[in-house]
């Protein structure tokens, strides 16, 4: 980029470019110095007369900035949709794990909800890790087509 509000001598570096490419190249420079200079920089306005000093911040600021000054920022809030149809698929959810065996249902809750790994799994179960891989893709499927159903 070139320095903060020095547009480059575009006739000279361009002499055969009409009038409209000079001027596009112009106000395309002047647009991407704003993107990058202007809205990054505060400004300070030192009034001759009143002895005041007065700073306008930058329109874009930094995260580290706003941590200092103890920013709190809203949180990305869920829509209603996105809730009513997370809590349809928590109730199929509910309702497919329901309908597995309770050995197929205990694996699942120790891989998925205690955050087990397939060897701890296996070794309470007293089985390889394989098998216990074996079958949860086999109850994977079987979720699955539970939801394919509905």
Known sequence: MAKAYRIPDYRKMYPEAGEEVISLLKTTERKMQYQEYDLKTEQTIISQEG?????????????????????????????????????????????????????????????????????????????????VHKRKNRILKKLKKFFEKN
């Open 51 to 131: 002895q005041t000093i007065t700073t306008i911040p930058s329109r874009e600021d930094s995260l580290e900035r706003l941590a200092e000054q103890e920013v709190q920022f809203a949180g990305e809030a869920e829509s209603v949709e996105e809730t009513v149809l997370r809590k349809l698929q928590y109730a199929q959810l509910h309702k497919a794990l329901s309908l597995l065996p309770d050995d197929e249902r205990e694996l699942i809750d120790r891989l998925f909800f205690q955050g087990q790994t397939e060897r701890e799994a296996a070794e309470y179960m007293g089985i390889y890790r394989n098998a």
